[in-house]
């Protein structure tokens, strides 16, 4: 079974600021992860993942995250937030021997002010 | 347009009343799963289903029934609503065979129990 920890529930960021969103994981096998986001009032939308290969994935609204296997972390960062990255994010893990079964965090809301 | 389509998107029921969430996909997805949404609580798994006719229980199944008659369809039924089933409910469903296709999320059904 896996676990998913984002100790920050909110993060109060001004525009144009950096910011990073912090997720760590426990599991027993190796991981698949995901940062999802949730726009207010819709569903989740899957924001970037990690499979395998280069450890730093990045998205097309410019957020990237890097998997740490030694710090069993997959913190998501961008280098200058806009006012409509206000969301909330998760983190998610599933194990990579098959199986659907997605674990999520509690979640982390970004909100970004002028 | 491909997806996944819930209904309704809000509700109010009286306490001990039942209901059906519908969540139907038309991307022939083999994995179909209901989350409940709570804040600070992130996404629970409800129950989920790994084909037509086959369903099992996730983290928090009491009060909730399912099936999956067809690969399309995956109704969540509460069989007598109470408070605590107060929540923003998603279905979600993917692909099967791995786990690094991610969820395709609905857009939620609101339910409120009074």
Redesign the interface.
Known sequence: AQSVT?LD?QVPVFEEAPVELRCNYSSSVSV?L?WYVQYPN?????LL?Y?SGSTLVESINGFEAEFNKSQTSFHLRKPSVHISDTAEY?CAV???G?????T????TQLKVEL | NAGVTQTPKFQVLKTGQSMTLQCAQDMNHE?M?W?RQDP????R?IH?S?GAGITDQ?EVPNGYNVSRSTTEDFPLRLLSAAPSQTSVY?C?S?R?????Y??T????TRLTVV
Request: no cysteine.
């Open positions: 984002q529930s698949y995901f819709q569903g989740l939308q899957l993942k499979l998760f599933i194990g990579t098959g199986g659907n079964k997605l999520f965090g509690t979640g | 994995y799963s989350y600070g609580m992130g996404l798994l989920y790994v996730g998603f979600a993917s099967t065979g791995t786990g690094f991610g969820y999320f609905g857009s939620g």
